[in-house]
């Protein structure tokens, strides 16, 4: 073994003991949670140690703290609204309108009389521990083309904190995602046909949206794109660990986080203090490429980070529930997309294929080199299907040009 080499096992050995340590401080408050999620994160770590701790911690914080400042990713915004679920939670969202061309108006009155046709309107549902903003690339490219509709789920961004959920201690479910989105579009797309576009928890949440308004869709739906999803199973899903270590994980998760959202405080303290360790189990579970922008990786790291252990332990139980393959029937008669990366470890796209083996006339699209945000790592990909899916549509005609992926503050 070489000197570096010798370097970097030797910090991964030292990540796993700070991880164990720090596991150690957890137990002392949340009992075995503590000790459980203390065994996973070090389990994780050691997967990824060689890749980020060949850089000192030092030289990590201030390229953090570099990236902080200057990264331009989420920074897109809408005109601000507000809707409200069926338990009072109030739910955030921002409209982009499309902006109106010199000379255009008189034509469109001119062929359709005096009453313009109401434009597509393209709805984007996020997916678990992200945030509206986790589509920047595609709302850049999409600016000024379509109208867009960008929405943060319950308990996520800048929507508040789940109602049922604080005041009631009921479980967050898929189909309270699919009711939170019905009012999103209540409220910001009241008439006229509709686009949804949903990444994986967002997927479901379009899923679970059709299979409890049905008459929505068949109404007013005109496409779908479903990326980075599963209608199913998710229960299966080994998130590339040994089997036995998942068997392990599934019997103990869920106690665990329903212990650390107890105790959230204390909890995040313990994220802060190993925010390298997790950083990198962030990135070995978002992308798959090794030459992914740091800006974009720190930009996913932002939005994980920010999502509170509470929040994250609510939500993780409605996922082992999720079943709505029955609901995709709904988009037969449709252009739908269902895209995947090849890579991704969190829905894999084996979940994508089987969604493409119900609807036979989708297009379905596996993209290599890609891990669970997609949409980050290959925007020009996956904003090229989309807009192909919305010229299928005649959201945008099939002469226009969106705008580059690199617009990322216009």
Same mark, same amino acid.
């Given at each position: 073994?070489?000197?570096?080499?010798?370097?970097?096992?030797?910090?991964?050995?030292?990540? +796993?003991?700070?991880?164990?340590?720090?596991?150690?401080?957890?137990?002392?408050?949340?009992? $075995?949670?503590?000790?459980?999620?203390?065994?996973?994160?070090?389990?994780?770590?050691?997967?990824?140690?060689?890749?980020?701790?060949?850089?000192?911690?030092?030289?990590?914080?201030?390229? &953090?703290?570099?990236?902080?400042?200057?990264?331009?990713?989420?920074?897109? /915004?809408?005109?601000?609204?507000?809707?409200? *679920?069926?338990?009072?939670?109030?739910?955030?969202?921002?409209?982009?309108?499309?902006?109106?061309?010199?000379?255009?108006?008189?034509? /469109? &009155?001119?062929?359709?009389?005096?009453?313009?046709?109401?434009?597509?309107? +393209?709805?984007?549902?996020?997916?678990?521990?992200?945030?509206?903003?986790?589509?920047?690339?595609?709302?850049?490219?999409?600016?000024?083309?379509?109208?867009?509709?960008?929405?943060?789920? /319950?308990?996520?961004?800048?929507? @508040?904190?789940?109602? @049922?959920?604080?005041?009631?201690?009921?479980?967050?479910?898929?189909?309270?995602?699919?009711?939170?989105?019905?009012?999103? $579009?209540?409220?910001?797309?009241?008439?006229?046909? $509709?686009?949804?576009?949903?990444?994986?928890?967002?997927?479901?949440?379009?899923?679970?949206?059709?299979?409890?308004?049905?008459?929505?869709? &068949?109404?007013?739906?005109? %496409?779908?794109?479903?990326? !980075?999803?599963?209608?199913?199973?998710?229960?299966?899903?080994?998130?590339?660990?040994?089997?036995?270590?998942?068997?392990?994980?599934?019997?103990?998760?869920?106690?665990?986080?329903?212990?650390?959202?107890?105790?959230? *405080?204390?909890?995040?303290?313990?994220?802060?203090?190993?925010?390298?360790?997790? %950083?990198?189990?962030?990135?070995?579970?978002?992308? @798959?490429?090794?030459?992914?922008?740091?800006?974009?990786?720190?930009?996913?790291?932002?939005? $994980?980070?920010?999502?509170?252990?509470?929040?994250?332990?609510?939500?993780?139980?409605?996922?082992?529930?999720?079943?709505?393959?029955?609901?995709?029937?709904?988009?037969?008669?449709?252009?739908?997309?269902?895209?995947? !990366?090849?890579?991704?470890?969190?829905?894999?796209?084996?979940?994508?294929?089987?969604?493409?083996?119900?609807?036979?006339?989708?297009?379905?699209?596996?993209?290599?080199?890609?891990?669970?945000?997609?949409?980050?790592?290959?925007?020009?990909? +996956?904003?090229?299907?989309?807009?192909?899916?919305?010229?299928?549509?005649? @959201?945008?005609?099939?002469?226009?040009?969106?705008?580059?992926?690199?617009?990322?503050?216009?």
């Amino acid at each position: 073994m070489s000197e570096s080499s010798a370097e970097v096992v030797a910090d991964a050995a030292a990540a +796993v003991a700070s991880a164990t340590g720090a596991a150690a401080g957890w137990r002392r408050a949340t009992g $075995i949670a503590g000790a459980a999620i203390g065994v996973v994160a070090a389990g994780a770590a050691a997967g990824v140690a060689i890749e980020r701790l060949t850089v000192g911690r030092g030289m990590r914080k201030k390229a &953090r703290l570099a990236l902080d400042s200057t990264g331009p990713y989420g920074s897109l /915004r809408g005109m601000p609204g507000k809707a409200y *679920a069926d338990d009072g939670t109030e739910l955030y969202y921002e409209v982009d309108d499309v902006e109106p061309e010199g000379g255009s108006a008189p034509r /469109r &009155r001119r062929l359709f009389g005096r009453k313009a046709p109401l434009p597509v309107t +393209v709805v984007f549902s996020h997916g678990y521990c992200l945030s509206q903003d986790s589509w920047h690339f595609q709302r850049a490219a999409l600016r000024g083309v379509v109208r867009t509709v960008h929405w943060d789920q /319950r308990s996520h961004g800048r929507s @508040a904190r789940g109602v @049922a959920q604080v005041q009631d201690d009921v479980p967050v479910s898929i189909e309270q995602l699919g009711r939170d989105l019905k009012a999103v $579009i209540d409220a910001a797309v009241p008439e006229g046909p $509709i686009v949804l576009v949903g990444h994986s928890m967002g997927g479901m949440t379009v899923m679970a949206l059709a299979d409890q308004y049905p008459e929505l869709i &068949r109404d007013r739906v005109v %496409a779908v794109a479903l990326v !980075g999803t599963s209608s199913g199973r998710l229960g299966e899903v080994n998130f590339g660990l040994p089997v036995a270590g998942v068997n392990a994980v599934r019997r103990v998760l869920p106690g665990v986080l329903r212990a650390l959202g107890q105790q959230a *405080a204390l909890v995040e303290k313990g994220r802060r203090a190993t925010a390298d360790l997790f %950083a990198g189990v962030i990135k070995r579970y978002s992308f @798959a490429s090794r030459d992914v922008d740091p800006a974009v990786v720190r930009f996913a790291e932002r939005m $994980i980070e920010g999502t509170p252990i509470d929040v994250v332990a609510e939500y993780y139980p409605a996922f082992n529930d999720h079943d709505k393959t029955e609901a995709l029937a709904l988009f037969v008669d449709m252009p739908v997309l269902v895209l995947a !990366g090849v890579g991704d470890l969190v829905t894999p796209s084996e979940h994508s294929e089987a969604i493409a083996d119900v609807l036979p006339e989708a297009e379905l699209v596996l993209v290599p080199d890609a891990g669970h945000l997609v949409m980050l790592e290959h925007p020009i990909v +996956v904003t090229d299907r989309l807009a192909d899916l919305l010229a299928r549509t005649g @959201a945008v005609p099939s002469t226009a040009t969106v705008g580059g992926c690199d617009s990322a503050t216009s």
